[in-house]
């Protein structure tokens, strides 16, 4: 399976379950609940990822209600997709990653899952972190509509060290710097902290 050029495209739902079949526990073992995510690509437009029944569906449009949103600036994508590429393929130059995301499957259950989305729908809304990745393009992610929020952590990325990630250097090599309001870290770790780390996500 090639990830699309075109996030259009991966919102197929071919390219959705291979996506799932490469990161996503059993399906007995996912979330039960219902979640929207709204993406916004520049230069493509507004896309809703929808989790329900325990799988994953796309549309181009705004979400109702979304959990939670995300903003990819110009050429962004492409690093997003090379990501994605990578997980389809089974991880195969990037053993560590693929470690992370095969004991994420075996180990995670429903309880565990939901229990992290319930800690994120305590979360207020108006938090957002800006990745700035040198080379790559601005991604921003935010707890509900993301041209809503009201505060921002801004975490700074060598894109060239990212990618280094996917041809097998190790975690630790990813050097990031940290400005804007920190506040946003601490009230993230604090809701999410202990649902990630009972789900091996937390580093």
Do not use: Y
């Not at 490469?22 to 929207?36: I, M, T």
């Amino acid at each position: 399976m090639i990830i699309p050029a075109l996030l259009a495209d991966t919102l197929k739902p071919e390219v959705l379950s291979a996506i799932e079949t490469a990161l996503a526990p059993a399906l007995e073992r996912r979330a039960s609940v219902v979640v929207e995510v709204e993406i916004e690509a520049v230069g493509e437009g507004t896309f809703t990822l929808r989790f329900a029944d325990r799988s994953f569906s796309g549309k181009k449009g705004f979400a109702k209600k979304p959990l939670v949103s995300a903003k990819l600036g110009r050429g962004a994508w492409k690093l997003l997709r090379d990501e994605l590429q990578v997980a389809v393929d089974g991880f195969v130059q990037a053993p560590e990653l693929g470690a992370r995301a095969d004991q994420f499957k075996a180990t995670s259950t429903t309880t565990d899952v939901d229990a992290a989305i319930q800690a994120l729908e305590r979360m207020a809304e108006g938090l957002s972190v800006t990745f700035d990745i040198k080379g790559e393009g601005i991604i921003t992610v935010a707890r509900g509509p993301v041209d809503e929020a009201t505060r921002e952590l801004k975490i700074g990325l060598d894109g060239a060290q990212v990618r280094g990630l996917l041809t097998g250097a190790p975690l630790t090599s990813v050097q990031a710097s940290v400005g804007g309001d920190r506040s946003v870290a601490t009230a993230v770790l604090a809701a999410l902290g202990p649902a990630l780390k009972k789900l091996n996500l937390k580093t």
